[in-house]
């Protein structure tokens, strides 16, 4: 099992106003997160007090974390990447660009997030549940998750860290955490569908219970 660190720069270069979600007089952070829970438009699409506030294709902007997964996991263009919670599918079409030929596919609980897919993938991408993958075991050079696994009741999550596992030779998920009170307060705020509010301690007891003795990594809201 080894920690690695190929989003916290991305997710830090992010500036956050922590207090104007939580107080926002029109979606008040208990709306906020109704709304997006229900991986719909909103989610993705709908105003960023909400969540993203618009999650289009920016050409390049994923390019650093493919590259970084390739060099990394040494991925080729005969490799097979799933992407566990995939959403809208950029990074695995970022993946194609560098490595024409590579097969992915991609799972994601939103039918939205879907069908509003980047073009090139979306024949590749399929709604269902990281606690029941539907794939045979050890399928994928690789399995990622990427800012999903926090997401999780702990009855999924238990499942869903021994099907990453299963369907895989290797992987790699990302979780958010939190280190001391002040980026534990922040990531409250912030945060709109996160379910698992965990130390990296706690985090790494989850991986011990489940099995999961592959790569993860942190990020905090700081």
């Known amino acids: 099992m080894k920690e690695l660190s190929i989003l916290q ?38 105003d960023r007090r909400i969540c993203y506030g618009g999650y289009n294709y920016k050409p390049g902007y994923w390019t ?41 596919e991609g799972l994601d609980i939103s039918d939205y997030a879907i069908q509003n897919s980047h073009p090139a993938v979306k024949e590749f991408l399929r709604k269902g549940s990281s606690s029941n993958l539907p794939w045979g075991d050890n399928v994928f050079d690789l399995a990622i998750s990427l800012n999903t696994f926090h997401n999780l009741y702990t009855f999924d999550l238990v499942d869903s860290l021994k099907e990453i596992r299963r369907v895989s030779k290797d992987s790699y998920v990302c979780i958010e955490s939190y280190r001391n009170e002040l980026e534990k307060q922040n990531l409250l705020y912030w945060q709109v569908t996160c379910e698992g509010f965990y130390t990296p301690k706690e985090w790494e007891w989850w991986f011990e219970q489940t099995g999961y003795n592959r790569h993860y990594e942190f990020i905090f809201f700081e």
């Open 64 to 104: 650093p974390v493919a590259d970084r997964l390739i060099q990394e996991f040494n991925l080729n263009t005969s490799s097979s990447v799933l992407d566990v919670g995939c959403g809208k599918g950029y990074l695995l079409f970022e993946l194609t660009q560098l490595l024409p030929g590579i097969h992915v």
């Open 9 to 46: 720069n991305k997710h830090g270069s992010v500036k956050r106003d922590y207090l104007a979600r939580v107080n926002d007089p029109e979606y008040p952070k208990y709306k906020a997160a109704e709304l997006a829970k229900k991986w719909d438009f909103d989610y993705w699409d709908g």
